[in-house]
């Protein structure tokens, strides 16, 4: 049974940071790509940055570019999602999901499994 557990969220001024940290259990972690999403109210889920199965290819929003890095942790089967910079239209649920393949993807569509997400609010 795959589980994405997420945390890290929290309110943080503009132009400070958070990292956020999705553990996933169930499926051989290198052979996910993951990916981070969020959702505002009232809006539609966006995509932020996907990793792929070994690391080595990122993809990120370009909302996001430049402020946000994601990484992975084989050894602790973590993604993470550091995020500095941040600017209220940030404020949103944070959402970890994890796909049934190595290839990175941007797309909520392409994933599989998906946490329960953490909050992130930026006060101006």
């Known amino acids: 049974q795959v589980q994405l557990v997420e945390s890290g969220g929290g309110l943080v001024q503009a132009g400070g940071s958070l990292r956020l940290s999705c553990a996933a259990s169930?499926?051989?972690?290198?052979?996910?790509?993951m990916g981070w999403f969020r959702q505002a109210p009232g809006k539609g889920r966006e995509s932020v940055a996907a990793i792929s199965g070994s690391g080595g290819s990122t993809w990120y929003a370009d909302s996001v570019k430049g402020r946000f890095t994601i990484s992975r942790d084989t050894d602790k089967n973590t993604v993470y999602l550091q995020m500095n910079n941040l600017k209220p239209e940030d404020t949103a649920g944070y959402y970890c999901?994890?796909?049934?393949?190595?290839?990175?993807?941007?797309?909520?569509?392409?994933?599989?499994?998906w946490g329960q997400g953490t909050q992130v609010t930026v006060s101006s």
């Open positions: 169930g499926r051989t972690f290198s052979d996910s790509a």
């Open positions: 999901a994890e796909r049934r393949g190595r290839y990175i993807a941007a797309a909520a569509t392409a994933y599989n499994y």
